[in-house]
């Protein structure tokens, strides 16, 4: 007997891949940003960078997780 898999469209794999892709770019450019502005020496706008960057990864991490129940977190 042959174990049934689903499909990677029917898991939704490949939107979560898009929402990781994206959140990662996000932080990119607001890491950029941070480092950017602390050559500038500006600290507020670092810290702000800083903290949307850290958002963008801790949203990418959440997006990933789902993939992980779908699997039984094989990953």
């Known amino acids: ?6 499909p990677r469209a029917w898991t939704g ?3 979560v891949q898009d ?3 994206e ?3 996000l932080a990119a450019s607001y890491s950029i940003a941070a480092s950017n502005l602390a050559d500038a020496g ?3 706008g670092m810290v702000h960078a800083l903290g ?3 958002r963008a990864l801790l949203a990418a991490q959440e997006a990933v997780a ?4 779908v699997d039984g977190g094989s990953r």
Do not use: F, I, Q, W
């Open 52 to 54: 949307c960057a850290g």
């Open 13 to 15: 794999e490949p939107l």
């Open 66 to 69: 789902t993939l992980r129940s």
């Open 42 to 44: 500006d600290t507020p």
């Open 1 to 6: 007997m042959v174990a049934h898999t689903l």
């Open 23 to 25: 959140y990662a770019k």
């Open 19 to 21: 929402a990781v892709a």
